[in-house]
């Protein structure tokens, strides 16, 4: 191997950042201690998405004149407004998960918790689109500390046996704080006849559980509960500098199962983005053709809640599918996984046209096919994490967080929103068709996706089993080279 430590000047400088590189056993810590440190994990998780999703819940208010707020937002320029959001937030995760395999992981979320609360109460104060389109820009930079470095360690306060579900537990928190931020953007906006006090709701809650974590809780070694580590030693990856950075990509994409599990995932995001920051809209628009038209404020309610109890329903389902069959199949969480988002591609292909016709119809196909669609998160979590060794683990989230969002939702609510306005603008469809007739991209993408993760269980065995092997041993498997033996030429793996 080449290379080394000594040979290349380091990407960032640990010691120059004066972050605590010693982190406290995960075998040390008490049951109650692993609880609170899920706990609060959990809970920046949903504030996460309460914030994320609620420019969703505010949108509409945004598509109309207001007096301290320039220019009014067509479909497009809403749709843009989350994509600056992704687009920065995937961008600085492979920053995070460089940082995240090396250093205190504990000490790098509370910093980006800290920008994330900070720039969207900027936001609040924008009295132009361009404004508030770069302040939820920024909010994405802190936002990309916190998931890239997360399921990390929930991975490494349990051990694989009890991973899945803890991982369940964590996701939960995305489908409750994505409704609470449908509910929250729509309720306190009307209620204080503002939007802006919507995005004051969850900064001071952040600062909170920032200061929680980093007065209370510790970094838990790296693979501290893998096999063969029964004293905790931490898995840090010590190599520093651009080459192990790039190392770590190349060893990273020679994992198939991640690259297929990755791209079903992508997906997911394309999904969930897009339906996510026009599904509110697109129930306001699709009702006024029924006898039953909705206002944001009941549409925005009604939404989150059934996004609320389906993601609760579909993420412990996923997690309990998978505990249940995983001896008899081993390959079971990529069939959930894809098996769930074929499902979805038939409820909600069938939700779309509905609602034009009939709400109550159109709200029970969206349950089911958003239950279907929750079934992967706790199961692909768990994929990404097991199939990789502890020391690539936060590099690895890195990765899937870049790419299933550059190809996911970091385009998809304005691809949609853009679709739709040339839909209205040049073939003179009413606003509800043609959103409609974008959300179909959606469906076809997620059809795309249930392959992708169909085609993962081919290899998932194998490369899990690989990713369990003793340090020595993941070594000789993913270097680009094996040293010569017995006067024998090197070959490439």
């Known amino acids: 191997m080449s290379g080394g430590p000594s040979e290349v000047e380091p990407l960032i400088n640990a010691a120059a950042l004066d972050l605590p590189r010693n982190p406290v056993g995960a075998a040390a810590m008490s049951k109650g201690k692993r609880i609170f440190v899920i706990a609060l994990l ?118 694989p046996e009890q991973r899945t579900m803890m991982l369940s537990v964590f996701y939960i928190a995305i489908p409750v704080g994505a409704a609470l931020g449908f509910v929250v953007g729509s309720q306190v906006a009307t209620a204080l006849n503002s939007w802006r006090w919507a995005l004051r709701v ?13 007065l209370f809780t510790k970094d838990p070694p790296r693979g ?3 096999k063969g580590n029964s004293h905790g030693h931490d898995a840090k990856n010590e190599a520093t500098g651009f080459k192990a950075f790039f190392k770590d990509i190349k060893q990273i994409f020679r994992v198939k199962t991640f690259i297929w599990s990755m791209l079903g995932f992508t997906a997911v995001t394309f999904t969930s983005g897009s339906f996510a920051q026009w599904a509110p809209s697109f129930v306001v628009r699709m009702a006024a053709y029924t006898d039953h038209p909705y206002k944001l404020v ?32 081993p390959a079971i969480d990529s069939y959930i996984c894809g098996l769930g988002m074929l499902g979805s591609v038939l409820f909600m292909g069938l939700a779309i046209p509905v609602a034009g016709y009939s709400m109550p119809g159109f709200w029970a196909l969206c349950f089911l096919g958003e239950i279907a669609l929750c079934l992967n998160w706790a199961p692909v979590a768990a994929i990404t994490l097991y199939v990789m060794p502890p020391h690539l683990r936060a590099s690895a989230e890195a990765v899937s967080i870049l790419c299933t969002h550059l190809l ?26 043609s959103l409609m007739m974008a959300m179909f991209i959606a469906v076809f993408v997620s059809l795309l996706g249930g392959y992708a993760f169909l085609r993962s269980g081919r290899t998932l065995v194998e490369d899990r089993a690989r990713a369990d092997m003793l340090p020595d041993e993941q070594e000789d498997y993913l270097v680009d080279e094996i040293p010569p033996q017995d006067d024998e030429p090197a070959k490439a793996i």
């Not at 843009?80 to 937030?89: E, V, Y």
């Not at 952040?206 to 980093?214: K, R, T, Y």
């Open 42 to 159: 959990v809970g920046i998780n949903l504030l996460n998405y309460l914030d994320r999703y609620t420019i969703a819940g505010i949108l509409p208010l945004l598509e109309q004149p207001n007096d301290d707020f320039h220019p009014v937002l067509d479909d497009s320029k809403g749709g843009l407004l989350m994509t600056a959001f992704i687009g920065s937030f995937m961008l600085f995760s492979p920053v995070f998960g460089y940082l995240g395999d090396r250093m205190n992981r504990k000490y790098l979320i509370t910093i980006g918790l800290l920008m994330w609360s900070a720039f969207t109460v900027l936001g609040s104060f924008a009295r132009t689109y361009g404004e508030l389109l770069a302040a939820r820009g920024l909010v994405g930079i802190g936002e990309a500390s916190y998931a890239t470095i997360a399921p990390t360690i929930i991975a490494d306060l349990y051990p």
């Open 298 to 329: 009941t549409a925005s309610f009604a939404f989150g809640a059934v996004t609320c109890v389906t993601g609760i329903v579909g993420t412990l389902g996923g997690s309990v599918i998978s505990k249940m069959y995983e001896k008899k199949f």
């Open 224 to 226: 501290g509960c893998e």
């Open 408 to 433: 996911g939702d970091a385009f998809s609510p304005y691809l949609l929103g853009a679709v739709s306005d040339k839909l209205h603008d040049s073939h003179g469809l009413y606003k509800g068709d």
């Open 202 to 214: 969850s900064p001071p809650v952040g600062v909170l559980l920032a200061i929680l974590l980093f």
